[in-house]
């Protein structure tokens, strides 16, 4: 695979959309895109509307906003309630079979709308993925026109990300699809083995200019009456899903999917936004918990895995995993190869642990390797406070902005707006941490070469020299701790102190103590 510098990935001049010229670089890890329209499969799902039919499916498709008193949500805020302000006849109506799912506005499709929008909020780059409803992990793919169908979306879906991509290189790269539930497929003697298609599709998008990763959900939910109705992310049929995302140095971000709670339990899930306030963190909580439990991590290396909304509710969940992990290991810890849920989430993992390696151990500086990031979207900056400790010393390197643009339960307008206007951050957080989440992290998370982080020290130089912030008030890390990323199918060697050491750190501690030392020996 080519160095990520060679794959087209170069941004453009970006401070004519600034504010000024010493704004900070901006890439928004986290945001979603559609096509303006689908192909209509729902033929090939027969009986659609028939739920109890293993062969039914309501296939998703769009239909142009026709407001209904019955049916009309309120508008979302921030910049979708902008662009359908300005641009009512841009509303598409998105249903999952005759279901109405949700309204979305121009700016859910239009590159033309998102660039608006990112200008107007300092957004140099976005990270594109698909919106989750259409990953149709549980459409059936029993025979073969179904299997067509689901290849169709998908690779339209991945067709789509990467041509926007492609219109405007610079400011947009792509994370692709890929139609998980392939690998749960019946084997059969004619065709392709069961995970064939989509390790192939993964293999495609990773070829495409601009595209860095996949996105994919936190489980994977079955149709068509398939034996045990979900993968887990452990799950070993998806062993080869792993071991190509490790081999196309792929990143994987992990979103979860609130809808499929209020489907499949809408009495549980349906009231006051449930599914999507609490089920999609305890969703991506399930998931942290599974991955890191299972050795998953262990058997494969050099996976990076970032989870939305922070984390969802696993940071929160910790210290009782932790506590799970050491009182009942007969039930938590059979499968995670020594490696403690504190020690993953800690930054701690090493690429070889040793056989004699006993949990809670240390491990060496040279073997950080960071396998587990999360991104910005907590609303809470005391949450962010508690996230930043449990994620340990370099913590703040593994949280990439995020904002779900462009739905207004994300971070909108303005993608990082509690980064950089929230007075409380400076209480734990310098500025050059704040920075690095909003563009350095995401550039080593998707590898995206030497002219994004060249970019990234450019405005952060202007940014300091426009704020008089001191070369010293944030931690630095020299470059050659990150040069195994900069390139892809390479190996990681971080220094975890990037080369500084305690004493150069924090001199005045430690002229501090010498003279506490002279001062008790003159006693």
Not at 293 to 314: D, K, N
Not at 327 to 332: A, F, S
Not at 355 to 378: C, K, N, V
Not at 390 to 413: C, Q, T, W
Request: aromatic share 8%; charged share 20%.
């Amino acid at each position: 695979m080519a160095p990520a510098a060679s794959r087209d990935l170069q941004p453009s001049c970006c401070d004519s959309h600034s504010s000024s010229s010493s704004s900070l670089f901006r890439i928004d890890m986290h945001t979603h895109i559609m096509p303006p329209s689908l192909p209509d499969f729902a033929s090939f799902f027969p009986s659609s509307s028939n739920t109890t039919d293993a062969n039914s499916y309501p296939w998703p498709n769009f239909r142009p906003s026709a407001p209904s008193p019955a049916t009309t949500p309120p508008k979302p805020s921030g910049q979708a309630a902008k662009e359908e302000d300005n641009e009512d006849d841009g509303a598409i109506d998105m249903y999952i079979g005759p279901q109405f799912f949700r309204r979305v506005t121009r700016s859910c499709y239009s590159p033309a709308a998102r660039l608006r929008d990112m200008d107007a909020a300092g957004v140099d780059v976005q990270v594109l993925s698909t919106v989750p409803v259409l990953f149709c992990y549980d459409a059936p793919i029993d025979t073969p026109p179904q299997r067509a169908a689901v290849r169709a979306l998908v690779r339209g879906l991945n067709d789509h990300v990467a041509g926007v991509c492609a219109e405007t290189p610079g400011r947009f790269v792509g994370l692709g699809t890929v139609g998980l539930q392939d690998f749960a497929r019946v084997s059969s003697s004619a065709g392709a083995a069961p995970g064939e298609e989509a390790v192939a599709e993964l293999r495609r998008v990773m070829e495409m200019p601009g595209m860095v990763g996949v996105q994919i959900g936190t489980s994977v939910e079955l149709g068509g009456g398939r034996d045990g109705g979900v993968m887990m992310l452990d799950d070993e049929r998806l062993e080869p899903f792993w071991t190509a995302c490790e081999e196309l140095d792929a990143a994987v971000f992990v979103h979860p999917l609130g809808y499929a709670l209020t489907r499949e339990n809408p009495a549980r899930w349906g009231k006051y936004w449930g599914s999507w306030l609490v089920g999609m963190p305890s969703e991506t909580a399930l998931a942290m918990h599974t991955v890191m439990s299972s050795g998953l991590l262990v058997r494969h290396p050099r996976l990076r895995l970032c989870f939305a909304h922070g984390g969802g509710a696993f940071p929160a969940l910790l210290g009782r995993i932790q506590h799970g992990f050491d009182c009942r290991p007969d039930l938590v810890a059979t499968k995670a190869c020594g490696v403690t849920p504190t020690e993953h989430f800690g930054g701690q993992h090493r690429e070889s642990p040793s056989p004699s390696r006993s949990p809670g151990s240390s491990t060496s500086d040279a073997s950080f390797q960071p396998q587990i990031w999360i991104d910005s979207l907590m609303h809470d900056p005391d949450l962010l406070e508690y996230v930043l400790r449990k994620l340990g010393p370099r913590g703040a390197e593994r949280i990439v902005l995020g904002s779900d643009y462009p739905f207004p339960l994300g971070e909108v307008p303005v993608a990082g707006k509690m980064l950089t206007e929230d007075d409380r951050l400076g209480r734990f957080m310098t500025w050059r941490e704040r920075a690095g989440v909003l563009s350095l992290n995401a550039i080593r998370f998707l590898k995206l070469g030497r002219e994004f982080e060249d970019k990234f020290q450019e405005r952060w130089q202007l940014f300091e020299a426009a704020n008089g912030i001191s070369s010293s008030s944030g931690k630095q890390v020299t470059d050659a701790a990150w040069d195994g990323w900069r390139h892809r199918d390479s190996a990681i060697d971080l220094d975890e102190d990037g080369g500084t050491s305690p004493i150069a750190k924090f001199p005045s501690l430690y002229q501090g103590c010498i003279l506490i030392l002279g001062l008790t020996i003159l006693k």
